[in-house]
Nanobody, 116 residues
Framework: VQLQESGPGLVKPSQTLSLTCTVS??????????WSWIRQPPGKSLEWITS???????YYSPSLKSRTTISRDSAKNTVYLQMNSLKPEDTAVYYC?????????WGQGTQVTVSS
């Protein structure tokens, strides 16, 4: 499974971030797989943001739930992240991740900088 993140790179405070994770080598509806967005701010550890399961069930970090939406397009085999009301502290490398009980796959990450 290969994951490729894409996004705007630079976003102004209060704006909305939209990221895309394009999946190849496997289907996002494969039973047992969960597809996640995880970020790493500069100098900090990885932070889980949200996940969507193979059946479409969604899960959110409580601290980010109010500003975050995960969605998918099965026909395009793509997972999306939308985050509203961006703040400078949302600056991070954002990763797409796929895992089941055995496998764990990561994209290369995409840098998002929140700055005016």
């Amino acid at each position: 499974v290969q994951l490729q993140e894409s996004g705007p790179g630079l976003v102004k405070p209060s704006q909305t971030l939209s990221l895309t994770c394009t999946v190849s080598g496997g289907s996002i509806t494969t039973a047992g797989y969960y597809w996640s967005w995880i970020r790493q701010p500069p100098g900090k550890s990885l932070e889980w943001i949200t996940s969507i399961g193979y059946s479409g069930t969604t899960y959110y970090s409580p601290s980010l739930k109010s500003r975050t939406t995960i969605s998918r397009d099965s026909a395009k085999n793509t997972v999306y992240l939308q985050m509203n009301s961006l703040k400078p502290e949302d600056t991070a490398v954002y990763y797409c991740n796929a895992q089941d009980f055995r496998d764990n796959y990561w994209g290369q990450g995409t840098q998002v900088t929140v700055s005016s």
